[in-house]
Nanobody, 124 residues
Framework: VQLQASGGGLVQAGGSLKLSCATT?????????IGWFRQAPGKQREWVAAISTTTSGVTKYADFAQGRFTIPKDYAKNTVYLQMNSLKPEDTAVYYC????????????????WGQGTKVTVSS
């Protein structure tokens, strides 16, 4: 699975961005999960949100993302998104999408494939 994340950019606080995660080869919707992570300058990578691609279809969010971020998906376009609303300066980071073929959702070591990251900058 080769992932490409895109859609990052500069946005003012309170604004929205929609990141995309697509595969260049094969289907992104392999049984397992698709996750979004982020890494801010000088900080460790942290989990943002994930959606299970098993029959459960469960979606989970980190506390800071709950209520502001969602994970829409488009099967026809073989793409998963991270819709980010009410953005804050502390959301500034490089955002990564990842795929795992296991059952975990929130731990980066559970993920097998990673995209290259897309930078999001939120100005105050």
């Amino acid at each position: 699975v080769q992932l490409q994340a895109s859609g990052g950019g500069l946005v003012q606080a309170g604004g929205s961005l929609k990141l995309s995660c697509a595969t260049t080869v094969g289907s992104i919707f392999v049984p397992g999960a698709i996750g979004w992570f982020r890494q801010a300058p000088g900080k460790q990578r942290e989990w943002v949100a994930a959606i299970s691609t098993t029959t459960s279809g469960v979606t989970k969010y980190a506390d800071f993302a709950q209520g502001r971020f969602t994970i829409p998906k488009d099967y026809a376009k073989n793409t998963v998104y991270l819709q980010m609303n009410s953005l804050k300066p502390e959301d500034t980071a490089v955002y990564y999408c990842a795929v795992n073929r296991g059952s975990g959702l929130s731990r980066d070591y559970e993920y097998d494939y990673w995209g290259q990251g897309t930078k999001v900058t939120v100005s105050s």
